[in-house]
């Protein structure tokens, strides 16, 4: 595809209130802050954003928000797969409404043991229905929460019919030769890695970069390691860019995910604020909270307050 999307996208946390509605002026504002850390693209309302834990018009009016404070359409990429299919069709219809034309697609994950037959129709079925030809569909493939996998044969049996509109998959398997081979199978795909340390050698496959939690923070050098990882004059830069991205994501992983990743986001801004969760999840306690601020203030973790 002429159009190939290559880039650091950030899986960007949702900032929620103390009633639990979002939070949308925060929002906009992280945005513009990681665009001005060099993400190429924000992935809204992915895991990491809590997706699934926001109503239908939650997600339509966090997108609806965004683009209205000023983020550019055209570098969104949210999260428009849910179980429902109907659901899914109105999402992404939403979304192209707003100019929104890529996407990051769940299949239908509640019933488990699918047939790849059987996603490549329900996938067909939101194709059809939506009917756009703007749409780019990114294909989420993460079976250690969805326990559905999207295969090299779904992918081919999507790509017969629908070659402009599938144009990616997020691999978040956490399985690095299977993104190889995604890479290796599908050159005309952006191949995406879910987890920050991964991208570095996605990228030195063929794979175009990533959508990760971490980048939430680390986006900078995620973006470092982006520009660099081919140049020999950038190898000392690009290695210390590196092992920054891989001890924030160690420390990212300290406590529950997702919780702790929005309490790192609070350091940096420094407002706690950020650490509210939605339910299912629970905030880190005031004790977890000053031992992650321990470990962020490790020289080696590369951390780095936002500028004031």
């Known amino acids: 595809m002429s159009d190939k999307f290559r880039g650091v996208c950030c899986a960007a946390s ?28 924000i992935a809204l309302l992915g895991s990491t954003g809590e997706a699934n834990s926001f109503s239908m018009a939650e997600r339509m009016s966090i997108l609806d928000g965004v683009v209205r404070a000023g983020v550019p359409a055209e570098r ?51 194709f059809d229905h939506v009917a756009d030809s703007r749409l780019k569909v990114i294909l989420y493939h993460i079976p250690p929460i969805s326990q559905i996998a999207i ?20 691999d978040s398997s956490g399985d690095f030769e299977h993104m190889k081979g995604l890479a290796q199978h599908f050159p005309q795909l952006s191949i995406l890695a879910g987890a920050d340390p991964m991208m570095k050698p996605l990228l030195e ?26 140049k020999p004059d950038a190898k000392d830069a690009v290695e210390k860019a590196q092992a920054c991205i891989l001890a924030q994501r160690t420390i ?32 880190l306690t005031e004790a977890q909270r000053l031992e992650l601020g321990a470990l962020l203030g490790d020289p080696a973790a590369g951390f780095v307050k936002a500028r004031k």
């Open 76 to 126: 969104l990429l949210p999260g428009t797969g849910v179980c429902a299919l109907p659901d899914t069709i109105a999402l992404t219809k939403h979304a192209l409404s707003l100019g929104v034309t890529r996407v990051v697609m769940l299949p239908p994950f509640y019933y488990k043991t699918l047939s790849d037959q059987a996603l490549i129709d329900s996938y067909s079925h939101v």
């Open 252 to 283: 990212s992983n300290h406590f529950t995910q997702i919780p702790t990743i929005k309490a790192m986001v609070g350091y940096r801004y420094g407002d706690a604020s950020w650490g509210r969760v939605r339910h299912p999840f629970i905030a």
């Open 205 to 230: 496959v063929g794979g175009a970069g990533c959508i990760t939690a971490t980048s939430n923070i680390a986006a900078r050098y995620l973006r470092t390691v982006f520009d660099g990882f081919a």
């Open 151 to 170: 295969t090299d044969g779904v992918i081919e049996g999507l790509l017969k019919k629908y070659a402009t509109t599938v144009a990616g998959v997020k």
């Open 14 to 41: 949702t900032p929620v209130r103390e009633d639990l509605s979002v939070d949308l002026d925060k929002l906009a504002g992280h945005c513009k802050r990681l665009l001005e850390d060099g993400c190429h693209g």
